[in-house]
């Protein structure tokens, strides 16, 4: 290092990594000759894009793309660092006396890593090399799988220095390789090479070059490296002069394998009932786009509080791709954070047509707020005293807490939507609302809970009753009674943990089949001592016991049936046609019946999650509007993106919760296809990538690296394949 007053220290503690680089810069700009950095812990880009020929001595962790679009200087870290070490760097030098992450050397153009310990996945990866530029990674330890993946260029060396038993190097390695070399002391088996990669014979100038590279590494970390000599090395290099030739062939069919770009279905929203573009929602946030991104969430749903934030059990972070890595994206917590502070947006134009909507559930509630916030009149019609249907009557208060869910209910009814709560509609009233409205939505649910006679089972209660009477301050007694559920679906877990909550000595649900339940409902239950027999099948009850099939007699004080609902259509018109259900009857991907006036929505369709009447009740406004406005409704279409194609060695270890979203299927324009094309065929003007058939020659090295899977190689259908 240079002489003391020609350095400078900071302290890193506490500093935001903003703020440390840009006293490191400061530093350099009053021509000290070097920084010492103290108490780093994760601070990101120390030494981006520095061209400097100055040193940065770093004491503790950095953060991700250390060295990033370094051009000369040299950073010396005293302790471990994490991913993407010298990404994309053209000179310089990093020494790490310690382990590293993932990627490290990805797209080096130039410059040397060496690293005393070991690294983890993708070393190297897009490493190349131009003229007399040759970047070279020396490892000290060992490597993970897909160490040299798609080199063009440079070289690597993996030292294995601690002796560890079998290969110091994974599987893939050097995958797509089509220049440089990869050195590996220590046995390599040839089902650890990756497509293209090849063992080689070592020359005189792999000697010549290794022993002045082990010399100056030697030199960096105090180390004695004379023992090992070129003989102990296997190199991998390249397969033949061209070793993806083949797809370089002038007859393949451009026209239907060439790369496309098309954004896909990413699977959080994929598995979303309601469709929400969760990594839009998080792209905006993270451009400080707050507002935007919330009147994307209205364009969806008025439940982000209560039913995305609290009832439903999250699909879509069961779906999450971030689950195959690290634990999924915390998105209900995401949507309760980033709640709207402002009044929702009503359209200018305002229309004539009167859209009248039957029950304040879920579903209807999504359409008054879709078709009201598009300028309809809207006019609700709901029979109890209070908008909000089951989610207000059915489910727990521990699960949706009377202020939660007022929350939401509140901006619905800043909306000009007329309420007429109390209002029971019959055949005679729905035939009032029919004439006076131009389109009218029937979104009553599921309110007749199905049953089974059993003989002796007059006794049996509905479940639905069970929980409503809660939630009107009615509760059953069932203090230090013993309480059997037949039907163990998540409504079933819900009567489950009431009665608990209620003293119930024991709980009991009883199923034919697998349980359905699942998520917070199922856990819950069981946590609180709720069991769970299947498949059992009930044959009899008397006055104290319920009779199994099995031969088998269970105690049960109270019984309640828990295996769902079916509707109640006597008030609709004949026009109307029901099945023996009593479901409405529609065409696929339609909400329309057959009389063209009426639409259904939500569970009087088909039963499904809240989350499911909050989707069909946003679509089937859609379908009203193009109805009146003489236009055509197209029902949404889900391309899901494959997992597969989800590159997640570009991810890992990020700290804001919306940073770890991976916006799979969604292009964020980070370019990497259109820098890492050998051809300088894809090029991006704003948001129009396009691909130059005379230059592309079907490499796909930008499908290869794109993180997200947006960039495919063939038709859609296809594309989505390897889910």
């Given at each position: 290092?240079?002489?003391r007053?020609?350095?400078a220290?900071?302290?890193?503690?506490g500093?935001y990594?903003?703020?440390?680089n840009?006293q490191i810069?400061?530093?350099?700009?009053?021509?000290?000759q070097?920084?010492?950095?103290?108490?780093?812990?994760?601070?990101?880009?120390?030494?981006?894009?520095?061209s400097d020929?100055?040193?940065?001595?770093i004491h503790?962790?950095?953060?991700?793309?250390?060295?990033?679009?370094m051009?000369?200087t040299?950073l010396i870290v005293y302790?471990?660092?994490?991913d993407g070490?010298?990404?994309t760097m053209?000179?310089?030098k990093i020494i790490?006396?310690g382990?590293?992450g993932?990627?490290p050397g990805h797209?080096?153009?130039?410059?040397?890593?060496?690293i005393k310990?070991d690294?983890?996945?993708?070393a190297?990866?897009?490493?190349?090399?131009y003229?007399e530029k040759?970047p070279v990674i020396?490892?000290?330890?060992?490597a993970k799988d897909?160490?040299g993946?798609?080199m063009a260029?440079g070289r690597i060396?993996?030292?294995n220095?601690?002796?560890r038993a079998g290969s110091?190097?994974?599987?893939g390695l050097?995958t797509?390789?089509h220049?440089?070399?990869?050195y590996v002391r220590?046995?390599?088996?040839?089902?650890q090479?990756?497509?293209?990669?090849?063992i080689a014979p070592?020359?005189?100038?792999?000697a010549?070059?290794?022993?002045?590279?082990?010399d100056?590494?030697?030199?960096d970390?105090g180390?004695n490296?004379?023992?090992i000599s070129?003989?102990?090395?296997?190199?991998i290099?390249?397969?033949?002069?061209?070793p993806?030739?083949n797809?370089y062939?002038?007859?393949?069919?451009l026209?239907t394998t060439?790369p496309?770009h098309?954004?896909l279905?990413?699977?959080c929203?994929?598995?979303?009932?309601?469709?929400?573009p969760?990594?839009?929602?998080?792209?905006?946030?993270?451009?400080?786009?707050?507002?935007?991104?919330?009147?994307l969430?209205?364009?969806y749903?008025?439940?982000?509080?209560?039913?995305?934030?609290?009832v439903c059990p999250a699909?879509?972070m069961?779906?999450?791709?971030r689950?195959?890595?690290?634990?999924?994206?915390?998105?209900q917590e995401l949507?309760?954070t980033y709640?709207?502070?402002?009044?929702?947006?009503v359209?200018?134009?305002k229309?004539?047509?009167?859209i009248?909507?039957?029950?304040?559930?879920?579903?209807?509630?999504s359409?008054?707020?879709?078709?009201?916030?598009r300028g309809y009149?809207?006019r609700?019609?709901?029979?109890?005293?209070?908008?909000?249907?089951?989610?207000r009557?059915?489910?727990?208060?521990?699960r949706?807490?009377?202020e939660?869910?007022?929350k939401?209910i509140?901006?619905?009814?800043t909306?000009?939507i007329?309420?007429?709560?109390?209002?029971a509609?019959?055949?005679k009233?729905?035939?009032f609302?029919y004439?006076?409205?131009?389109?009218v939505v029937?979104?009553?649910?599921a309110?007749?809970?199905?049953k089974?006679?059993?003989?002796?089972?007059?006794r049996?209660?509905?479940?639905l009753?069970?929980l409503?009477?809660?939630n009107d301050?009615?509760?059953?007694?069932?203090s230090?009674k013993e309480v059997?559920?037949?039907g163990?679906g998540?409504v079933?877990?819900?009567?489950?943990?009431?009665?608990w909550?209620?003293?119930?000595s024991k709980?009991?649900a009883l199923?034919?089949q697998?349980?359905l339940?699942?998520?917070?409902?199922l856990e819950?239950?069981k946590?609180r001592g709720?069991?769970?027999?299947w498949?059992?099948?009930?044959?009899?009850?008397?006055?104290?016991?319920?009779?199994?099939?099995?031969?088998?007699?269970?105690?049960a004080?109270?019984v309640?049936?828990s295996i769902?609902?079916v509707?109640?259509a006597?008030?609709?018109p004949?026009?109307?046609?029901?099945?023996?259900?009593?479901?409405?009857k529609?065409?696929?991907r339609s909400f329309?019946?057959?009389d063209p006036?009426?639409?259904?929505?939500?569970?009087?369709?088909?039963?499904?999650?809240?989350t499911?009447?909050?989707g069909?009740?946003r679509?089937?406004?859609?379908e009203?509007?193009?109805?009146?406005?003489?236009g055509?409704?197209?029902?949404?279409?889900?391309n899901?993106?494959g997992?597969?194609r989800?590159r997640?060695?570009?991810?890992?270890?990020e700290?804001?919760?919306?940073d770890?979203?991976i916006?799979?299927g969604?292009?964020?324009?980070?370019d990497?296809?259109v820098e890492?094309?050998?051809?300088?065929?894809?090029?991006?003007?704003?948001?129009i990538?396009?691909?130059?058939?005379e230059r592309c020659?079907?490499c796909?090295?930008c499908?290869?690296?794109?993180p997200r899977?947006?960039?495919?190689?063939?038709d859609?259908?296809?594309a989505?394949?390897?889910?």
């Open positions: 290092m240079p002489e007053n020609s350095l220290t900071i302290n890193a503690k500093l990594y903003k703020a440390l840009r810069r400061a530093c350099f700009s009053r021509n000290q070097a920084v010492v950095l103290r108490n780093v812990l994760g601070q990101r880009y120390i030494g981006c894009g520095l020929r100055r040193a940065i001595e503790g962790t950095p953060g991700q793309d250390l060295g990033a679009f051009n000369g040299k302790g471990n660092a994490q070490v010298g990404n053209n000179d310089g790490v006396h382990k590293v993932e990627i797209s080096m153009r130039g410059g040397k890593i060496f310990g690294v983890e996945y993708r190297g990866i897009h490493m190349k090399e003229l040759i020396v490892i000290g330890g060992t897909y160490c993946e798609y260029g060396i993996v030292l220095l601690d002796g110091p190097v994974g599987s050097g797509g390789i220049g440089g070399a990869i220590g046995a390599v088996e040839v089902h090479l990756g497509i293209g990669a090849v070592m020359d005189d100038a792999d010549s070059f290794l022993k002045r590279t082990l100056e590494y030697a030199a970390f180390c490296l004379g023992r070129s003989a102990d090395f296997t190199k290099t390249k397969k033949g002069h061209r993806f030739g797809l062939s002038p007859a393949m069919n026209k060439q496309r098309f954004n279905t990413p699977p929203a994929f598995a979303c009932p309601t469709g929400i969760t990594p839009v929602f998080f792209n905006l946030i993270k451009d400080g786009q707050l507002k935007e991104a919330q009147l969430m209205d364009e749903t008025p439940f982000r509080m209560s039913v995305c934030g609290a699909p879509c069961e779906a999450c791709s689950n195959a890595l690290d634990g999924p994206v915390a998105i949507a309760r709640y709207p502070s402002y009044a929702p947006v359209a200018r134009k229309h004539k047509e009167l009248s909507i039957i029950g304040a559930g879920p579903a209807g509630l359409a008054a707020w879709q078709l009201a916030r009149r809207v609700v019609y709901e029979k109890t005293d209070n908008i909000g249907g089951k989610i009557r059915a489910i727990p208060k521990d949706l807490p009377d939660i869910l007022e939401d509140r901006r619905i009814r909306l000009p007329e309420f007429f709560e109390g209002t509609v019959d055949s009233k729905m035939a609302i004439d006076e409205s131009d389109a029937v979104a009553t649910g309110q007749l809970t199905k089974i006679s059993y003989p002796g089972g007059e049996i209660l509905p479940g009753s069970f409503t009477d809660i301050g009615r509760p059953m007694d069932v230090k059997v559920i037949i163990a998540n079933g877990m819900d009567i489950a943990c009431e009665a909550r209620l003293g119930a709980v009991t199923d034919i697998k349980p339940a699942f998520g917070k409902e819950t239950a946590k709720t069991k769970i027999l498949p059992k099948f009930v044959s009899s009850l008397d006055e104290k016991k319920i009779h199994l099939t099995d031969g088998s007699p269970l105690k004080d109270v309640i049936f769902g609902e509707p109640d006597s008030y609709l004949e026009s109307v046609y029901v099945d023996d259900r009593g479901y409405i529609t065409a696929e329309q019946s057959n006036k009426v639409f259904g929505c939500g569970d009087i369709v088909k039963q499904g999650l809240a499911d009447a909050v069909s009740g679509l089937a406004a859609m009203i509007d193009g109805f009146l406005r003489g055509k409704f197209f029902y949404p279409e889900k899901p993106v997992k597969r989800i997640f060695a570009y991810f890992g270890g700290e804001e919760e919306t770890r979203c916006s799979c969604t292009c964020i324009f980070c990497r296809c890492n094309c050998p051809q300088e065929a894809l090029s991006r003007n704003g948001e990538f396009t691909v130059d058939s020659t079907l796909y090295t499908v290869g690296v794109c899977g947006v960039i495919q190689t063939e859609l259908p296809g989505t394949s390897g889910n």
